[in-house]
C-alpha cells in the first residue's frame, strides 16, 4: 500500500524523489519566509439573481482568501474538508520545483481530500513572483473554489515600473444558479459546453445587467491622478473573456507572472487561468465608470451568456454620477485578441539572455 493508500503514488513519489536525487544542483532557497494559511473547505449559501444558492468555498468566502507572499517564500496551506465533496487545491502557475506532490491535480498527484480529512500543501515559490491563482482541481468544483496568490518581488527589488498608489485584485468569475455537481452532470449526459452562466461575475459580483442585482456591484474608490495595479485574474471555469474600464487606457505590464514591456490597451483578452496586471491612472473627468468584463467566444453554435459583469471605478469627490459604460469588443472579434497578443513582449531587450529554467 501507498503513503496515501494510492497505491499508484508510490510509483509518483519514486519518480518525484528520483527527480530530487538528479536535480541536486538545482537552486533551492534559504532564507526566505514561511507563510502558514488555514483553509477550510467550506459550504456557505448565497443569494444572487434572487435565489438563495449553495456554494463550495474556502475559509467562506468567494471569491476565496488570497495567498500573500515574497518571491522564494516557504508556503504552507493546510486544507480541512468540511464538506462532503472530494476536493484538491491547485496553485495555478507556481512551478513546484522539488513539490511535485503539492501540485493538486486529483488522481494525478495526489487522492482527493475526502469529507473530515487533512491535507497539508508545501511549496516553495522559486524565483516566482506576480500574480497566479489557486483553485479546485477535482470535477468543476473550480467554478466557486478559488482565489488569487499575489506574490512581491524580493525586499528592495522594484517593479520595473511606476510603483502604483494602492492595488486591487480583480477576479473575474462565471456562476451558475446550479450545484456544481449537476452542472457537471448535465454537461457529461449532452456531451457539449456548459450551459450558459446565469451571470458573470467580478470579485463575486455581477453587477447590475442581471436580475436582482443592481446593487450587487464590486466598486473601486480612486484618488483622481492616482495609478492603480489591478491584478486581473481569470477564474472562469471555461470562457475567453473582455475586460474594459470606461474611458479609460490600461497598460499591460505583467501577464501570468511575468513582467511585460509596457503595452497601452483600452481592451484586454484574459483565457481561463491566466493573469494580467495593468496599470490605469484616474486621469479622467471626475465621475463614476464602468469596468466590464464580457465573453470571447469565436464558435459557432455555443450557448453562452451575453450580458457581460460591471463594476464600477468610482473617483472620490465625485458627486455627480456619471456613470460611463465600457465598450466592449463583440463576443467574436477575433482581430482584437490578436493585436492584443502581438502587443505582449517581454520586458528583456533584444540579444538579452534569458533563464528558461
Ligand atoms: C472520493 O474519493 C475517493 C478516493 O479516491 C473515492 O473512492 C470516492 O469514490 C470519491 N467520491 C466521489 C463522490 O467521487
Ligand atoms: C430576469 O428574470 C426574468 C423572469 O424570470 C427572465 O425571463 C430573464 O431572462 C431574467 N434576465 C436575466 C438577465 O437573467
Ligand atoms: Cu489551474
Redesign the pocket.
Given at each position: 500500500m501507498g503513503l496515501h493508500g494510492c497505491p499508484w503514488l508510490d510509483l509518483l513519489l519514486f519518480i518525484c524523489i528520483a527527480i530530487i536525487l538528479s536535480d541536486v544542483s538545482a537552486f533551492w532557497p534559504v532564507g526566505g519566509t514561511t507563510r502558514f494559511y488555514d483553509f477550510k473547505v467550506q459550504t456557505k449559501t448565497v443569494r444572487k439573481l434572487c435565489k438563495p444558492l449553495t456554494i463550495v468555498t474556502i475559509n467562506e468566502m468567494y471569491p476565496g482568501p488570497i495567498i500573500y507572499a515574497q518571491e522564494n517564500d516557504r508556503i504552507i496551506v493546510k486544507v480541512t474538508n468540511q464538506t462532503p465533496y472530494?476536493t484538491t487545491i491547485h496553485w495555478h502557475g507556481v512551478k513546484q520545483r522539488l513539490t511535485c506532490w503539492s501540485d493538486g491535480p486529483a488522481y494525478i498527484t495526489q487522492?482527493?481530500i475526502?469529507a473530515g480529512q487533512t491535507f497539508t500543501y508545501e511549496f516553495t515559490l522559486v524565483q516566482q513572483k506576480g500574480t497566479m491563482l489557486w483553485h479546485a482541481h477535482i470535477s468543476w468544483l473550480r467554478a466557486t473554489v478559488h482565489g488569487p496568490i499575489v506574490i512581491y518581488p524580493k525586499t528592495g527589488v522594484p517593479y520595473p515600473f511606476q510603483f502604483p498608489y494602492e492595488e486591487h485584485v480583480i477576479v473575474l468569475g462565471e456562476y451558475w444558479l446550479m450545484d456544481t455537481q449537476e452542472l457537471e452532470r448535465e454537461v457529461v449526459q449532452s456531451g457539449g459546453g456548459p450551459p450558459s452562466a446565469d451571470a458573470y461575475v467580478i470579485n463575486g459580483h455581477p453587477g447590475p445587467l442581471y436580475n436582482c442585482s443592481e446593487h450587487d456591484m464590486y466598486t473601486i474608490s480612486a484618488i483622481p491622478g492616482k495609478t492603480y495595479l489591478l491584478r486581473i485574474i481569470n477564474a472562469a471555469l471555461n470562457m475567453e473573456h473582455f475586460f474594459t474600464i470606461a474611458n479609460h487606457k490600461m497598460t499591460v505590464v505583467e501577464v501570468d507572472g511575468e513582467y511585460t514591456k509596457p503595452f497601452v490597451t483600452e481592451h484586454l483578452m484574459i483565457m481561463p487561468g491566466q493573469t494580467t496586471n495593468v496599470l490605469v491612472t484616474a486621469d479622467q473627468q471626475l465621475g463614476s465608470y464602468y469596468m466590464g468584463m464580457g465573453p470571447y467566444m469565436s464558435a459557432q453554435n455555443i450557448d453562452f451568456q451575453k450580458s457581460p459583469a460591471l463594476a464600477l471605478l468610482q473617483y472620490q469627490g465625485s458627486s455627480n454620477i456619471l456613470r460611463q459604460k465600457p465598450m466592449l469588443p463583440k463576443f467574436n472579434d477575433n482581430e482584437l485578441p490578436q493585436l492584443f497578443m502581438n502587443g505582449l513582449k517581454s520586458l528583456a531587450n533584444e540579444g538579452d539572455r534569458k533563464s528558461v529554467v
Open positions: 472530494n487522492c482527493p475526502q
